[in-house]
């Protein structure tokens, strides 16, 4: 058996990031496409581009850059700091499912 846990972070009790959002920047990342992200999420692209503006302004990073459409159309890119942030929740994700599973062995032998 094992234990499952919800990682998320919150700002004054405001959801900031968490799996959803993981997942909304991974499907932007994959389709270079904020619109196709959010459909392929089943949201507007006006939701999907409110999550993306609070989370840039809570976490005080730059998350997605834009193009504007034209010959080449246009599109969307995770910058630098979005993956690298992406890095780093995965790894908090990580380390706190494996501190939990430990803590439950330990508990329910």
């Known amino acids: 058996m094992k234990v499952k846990s919800k990682v998320w972070i919150e700002e004054d009790g405001i959801p900031v990031f968490g799996e959803g959002r993981e997942y909304l920047l991974e499907l932007i990342d994959t389709h270079g496409s904020i619109n196709k992200a959010a459909s392929s999420l089943g949201i507007s692209y006006r939701k999907a581009w409110s999550y993306i503006k609070t989370m840039e302004e809570t976490l005080k990073i730059p998350l997605v850059e834009r193009s504007k459409g034209g010959?080449?159309?246009?599109?969307?890119?995770?910058?630098?700091?979005?993956?690298?942030?992406?890095?780093?929740?995965?790894?908090?994700?990580?380390?706190?499912?494996?501190?939990?599973?430990?803590?439950f062995k330990t508990i329910f032998k």
Do not use: P, Q, W
């Not at 995770?78 to 995965?90: D, V």
């Open 71 to 103: 010959i080449g159309g246009g599109g969307s890119r995770l910058t630098g700091e979005a993956r690298s942030f992406l890095i780093r929740f995965e790894r908090l994700c990580k380390g706190i499912d494996e501190i939990v599973n430990e803590r």
